[in-house]
């Protein structure tokens, strides 16, 4: 399956300004990122998407390819989306969407979310780990509930599943899966995607991963084991980044 990675990357952080131009061990963030997603060779192109020329003229200056796009996108899926679009790229059968602040990002999440499309089972397709059901009470972090087949039925940043009864809690710790925030799409899925109108549950929980579950369509959750690392939103999560990159560029950590 010809895949074509889209790396969405904005100037409006306002917990960390001015963030994908911010340095990683030397570079701009958004090429860390960009440098990732080519090392772990599951695409056959990888494009950054920004509507700052900015961040375009950093991207090129290191090698990286990059497309300007409208400033007025919602959201990242919906830049990656106007990039999908395009005649010259109409030849790619899947595409997948890594966020610019995730230097650290699972290969195995990307490569599980590819998968998923890959198969034909799924239009969509998105990765989740395993997790301590600690988490259940951290409104910051997603969770994602899915059948046997691997479908997602539910995300929320409440604690699902809910554990009612204390004589159940075996059953539970199996079941609490934290989302990780890639997602592989079709091209004509992600079309039919930011195509659909806001949907309640979206406003809501503040997910967009609901407005395609909502309108039926199915989404494929690869299940992965490794350690996973989070992005980077503030200055410790830079700073910290910063200490740890030598060691995970190196696949220590």
Not at 10 to 25: C, N, Q, S, V
Not at 228 to 246: C, F, H, M, P, Q
């Amino acid at each position: 399956m010809k895949t074509l990675a889209v790396i969405p990357a904005r100037l409006g952080a306002t917990r960390l300004p001015r963030k994908p131009l911010r340095l990683l061990a030397g570079l701009p963030l958004v090429v860390r990122v960009w440098e990732r997603v080519r090392a772990m060779d599951v695409a056959d192109r990888c494009i950054v998407a920004t509507d700052s020329v900015e961040v375009a003229e950093a991207v090129a200056a290191h090698g990286g390819e990059v497309i300007l796009t409208r400033a007025d996108h919602p959201s990242g899926t919906d830049r990656v989306a106007e990039v999908a679009a395009r005649r010259d790229l109409a030849g790619f059968d899947a595409v997948v969407n890594v966020q610019g602040d995730e230097p650290f990002v699972s290969a195995a999440a990307v490569r599980g979310a590819v998968r998923m499309v890959a198969s034909g089972a799924f239009a969509l397709g998105t990765a989740a780990v395993a997790a301590s059901p600690s988490i259940q009470q951290n409104p910051n972090i997603v969770k994602v509930v899915a059948a046997d087949d691997g479908r997602a039925m539910y995300f929320s940043r409440a604690a699902v599943p809910f554990l009612r009864e204390r004589d159940d809690a075996a059953l539970l710790g199996a079941r609490v899966w934290q989302h990780l925030g890639v997602y592989a799409y079709t091209r004509a899925a992600l079309a039919r995607w930011v195509a659909l109108p806001a949907h309640p549950l979206e406003q809501i929980e503040r997910l967009e991963q609901l407005r395609p579950l909502a309108a039926g369509m199915a989404m494929g959750v690869s299940l992965i084991t490794e350690p996973v690392r989070g992005g980077i939103d503030t200055e410790e999560d830079l700073d910290r980044a910063n200490t740890e990159w030598s060691d995970f560029s190196r696949g220590q950590i």
